[in-house]
């Protein structure tokens, strides 16, 4: 099968033990929630390195990985958001990432119709880096570390723009696409 590779391999299994890795998370093992969260991170770096490396790019993976990367954070995130933690996420980070991703989910389905694949903005790109940091430095938080603490309100603040910024930006796509359509 031509999708079935190594990076599609690896956003698949990223895919589905996020959700597991929550799981653990919110029943309190920061530890290895951590370990799990960095494993995982690591993971969605190899696969778009390797993928790019050896020119093994699939339609597949163009939806795996950034599917992956969602429950990812998701996982996390909410996991923290919901869990007994000294140090949770941010309620406008949390609202500004369900609105960015409402606007990718609405704004997917005109493009499907064009039948094209969505691409992702910069804006996009850089806000789920910055939430992948999130997430490290959230737990960082809970496990009493200063500098992540710290950290914490300026990455928030970064955050916050980032997907401001990516939800106008998809908005704007979305907007062309089903003009185009209409």
């Not at 690896?10 to 890795?21: E, F």
């Not at 429950?71 to 909410?78: D, E, N, P, R």
């Not at 406008?92 to 903005?121: D, H, M, R, S, Y």
Request: proline fraction near 5%.
């Amino acid at each position: 099968m031509v999708n079935f590779n190594l990076p599609n391999l690896l956003s698949g299994l990223r895919l589905l033990i996020s959700p597991l890795a929550g799981f653990v998370l919110f029943k309190g093992h920061l530890w290895v929630a951590t370990f799990i969260y960095l494993t995982l991170a690591l993971s969605d770096f190899l696969d778009g390195f390797i993928a790019r490396k050896t020119q093994t790019q699939t339609p597949l993976g163009t939806i795996l990985d950034p599917l992956a990367d969602k429950f990812l954070v998701f996982s996390y995130i909410l996991a923290l958001w919901l869990g007994d933690f000294k140090w949770q996420p941010d309620s406008w980070v949390i609202t500004l990432l369900l609105l960015k991703e409402f606007v990718v989910l609405v704004g997917f389905l005109p493009l499907l119709v064009a039948g094209k694949l969505p691409q992702p903005n910069l804006a996009g790109k850089v806000s789920t880096a910055l939430l992948f940091t999130y997430g490290v430095v959230l737990l960082l938080c809970n496990l009493g570390v200063e500098l992540a603490i710290s950290l914490k309100p300026h990455l928030e603040g970064l955050i916050s723009g980032t997907l401001l910024l990516a939800v106008l930006l998809y908005l704007s796509d979305g907007v062309r696409a089903f003009l185009k359509i209409s």
